[in-house]
């Protein structure tokens, strides 16, 4: 099925906003998406996100009749410097009535899961709360002792 979505990247910095719309492509294989948008003169535009540049994918839109959602920018994961604009978020929306944005989200989760799939490994093993909450010993419990 043929997607087709109209973008606002909005800056951090800036008020500065960049609306482009196309036809919507997944690769999650590379772990990421793409809009193609075809120019009046012929020339083709391609908008190219990573999901590393994110932060994990939100739940999808609840609501059947929601037309638009957001995808959030890491900051950390961003230079800032005099001459660079840090991106804040990227409003994706469907073209018309005939999609739904669930199959747009759909298609986004397919690139995102690689990415959380391997955060929550990571996370979990390297996290100190983790480490201490994974195996209480229940010989040591200080509650058990004073009950008796």
């Known amino acids: 099925m043929d997607l087709y979505v109209k973008c606002t990247l909005e800056y951090l910095d800036t008020s500065s906003t960049k609306h482009f719309a196309g036809k919507f492509f997944v690769d999650p294989g590379e772990g990421s998406f793409k809009v193609v948008e075809y120019k009046p003169d012929g020339r083709k535009e391609e908008h190219k996100f990573f999901a590393s540049e994110f932060t994990p994918l939100c739940r999808p839109?609840?609501?059947?009749?929601a037309q638009q959602f957001p995808l959030v920018f890491d900051i950390s994961k961003q230079y800032s410097g005099r001459f660079q604009k840090?991106?804040?978020r990227l409003v994706i929306k469907t073209s018309d009535h005939t999609q739904k944005i669930k199959d747009i989200y759909e298609?986004?989760?397919t690139v995102f899961?690689?990415?959380?799939?391997?955060?929550?490994t990571n996370s979990l093993a390297n996290s100190p709360v983790g480490m201490l909450r994974s195996h209480p010993?229940?010989?040591?419990?200080?509650?058990?002792?004073?009950?008796?």
């Open 107 to 109: 298609e986004l989760k």
């Open 86 to 88: 840090r991106k804040h």
């Open 137 to 148: 010993d229940p010989m040591k419990n200080p509650r058990s002792e004073h009950r008796q």
């Open 61 to 65: 839109p609840v609501k059947s009749t």
């Open 113 to 120: 899961s690689k990415k959380s799939q391997n955060f929550r």
